[in-house]
């Protein structure tokens, strides 16, 4: 990579976490894309009578049995996160999985706030609740619930000072609502509040679940929804889009920080902008193609980049024949002052792959651009044959991507990409990446020892973390067995069930985990304890004391253990979630898939 010049405006993305159709994470999420696959389902009729959706319906000849819905949607660790178990069926779905998102991107960051006690911001979004507005809004459900009880467990307003209050985090909280671009305006508005010195760290993402569309949708009348089920990006065929169910959240921080704290950088975002149309187009609905060009030519500026450079632009690719027609000519048009180039700039979009996710279409856009980065490869997009006959492709700077390609690096550029949301309304939003900075070299040797930190709140709970770190460091053979000690030691909170490892470099230290030998693999309930033990007297006690300590509940102050060593954080699996079912069901409003097992299990009751 070249030599890159840092002018202290780049924000570094430090963590991320998402749950998408056909994906529990963001490493799977990675699998699909980069596999080509489509992970919108049809289901079938036998299907679709145990979900409840009403005959009616299915005879509808504009219904179209597509889902595209993630996994657990209806699942919640609510003794996590304090929550009782009538307040869990009342929460917005939503919200729930934005509690588990928030948690998973600082875990995967290695950021544990309540011990380095830095302000972290949460900018989040939401579709509308339509929990409550198909589930707890039906008349026998309405008798039971408090109103104001119902109301404040599904506004939006409580999204994302519920995530602050469960996480006793203190930097700027507040949900953000822009239609399709929600996600990607909390983060460019999370950006704003770190280069302000609002926040040290930034958590910036959304989720959009509708639970009246998880078993299929009606494609009717000027909707724009796809009478097919297939979402056709630039592709002659586009028939419209059909929505998905799924979120993500990103951790972000100032990239000087990051450095200085051995943060994992996985891409960089260079600046961002946002705008909006105002009336100068066709109706509410419609996009512009001056408000999306001025947006695009804003964020390369603010980010004092050559948009000759950039070759991948992740675009909003809804699959509608305008919009995508529209989203070309805008990217046409920015280019056209700094580039006669043509076909030099890759074209992709998630929504082939995973639908529409509304309020979260952006975020989701976001992460595969930062993996694709990571990875250097660019996915491919999918039922691309032939292209939209409004765009000339061959006179375009823009070419779709129908395979799998590795992203080649310019001699003296790093890699560099542009992720587009466009809103219902006429807000766009458009950030500019960069890849990773090459990492620096160590300043401080590995310790001949390491002290391998896991916890949980229950038993089971804690086996499954060993079995998930176990499993990880095996397929990660090059980890540093130090930089892991400390991303558990100080990027992780302290739970009651404990158990620790004491090891070398060099040992095989996922066997140990595995084998859980009681000689090695320590394991305990920690009683209360108040014990703390400063820094600077750790390294004398030696790393079995160190061990035992902390398994009987004391506090080692590992920041101060470390101190004047330079290490990395590393990217780990996050916090096994114990979820269970908390859903509320109503007449004529389907089931999650995942409940047909539990509906299964009821009506032989």
Known sequence: MARVDYDGTEIAVIGMAGRFPGARDVAELWRNLRGGVDSARRLSPAELAALGVPAALVADPDYVPVTAQMPDVERF??????????EAEILDPQQRILLELAWEALEDAGHDPEADRRAVGVFAGASLSTYLLFNLSDPSRRATLDPWEALVANSGDSLATRISYKLNLKGPSFTVQSACSTSLLAVHLACASLLNEECDVALAGAVSIKVNLLAGYLSRGGAGLSPTGRCRSFDAGADGMFFGHGGGVVALKRLADALTDGDAVRALIRGSAANNDGNLKVGYAAPSVEGQAAVLTEAWSVAGIDPGTLSYIEAHGTGTRLGDHIEVQALERAFHPHTARRGFCALGS???NIGHLDAAAGVASLIKTVLSLEHRQIPPSLHFAHPNPEVDFAASPVRPVTELA???AAEDQPRRAGVSSFGLGGTN???????APPETPALAPSRAWGVLLL??????????ATDSLAAHLASHPALSLSDVAFTLQTGRRAFA??????????????????QRDPERVLTRLAEATDRTVPGAGMDALGPHSLARLWLHGGSPDWRAFHAGERRRRVPLPTYPFERRRYWLTAPGVPLPLGALADAAVESAH
């Open 77 to 86: 660790d609510a003794p996590f996160f304090g929550v009782s178990d009538h």
């Open 350 to 352: 998630v929504k082939t």
């Open 406 to 408: 590795d992203w080649p």
């Open 429 to 435: 939003v458009h950030l500019v990446l960069e890849e």
């Open 455 to 464: 916890s949980a709140r229950s038993q089971e709970a804690l086996e499954r």
């Open 497 to 514: 069930h404990r158990r620790t490892l004491v090891c070398h470099p060099g040992e095989d230290v996922a066997g140990l985990l595995r």
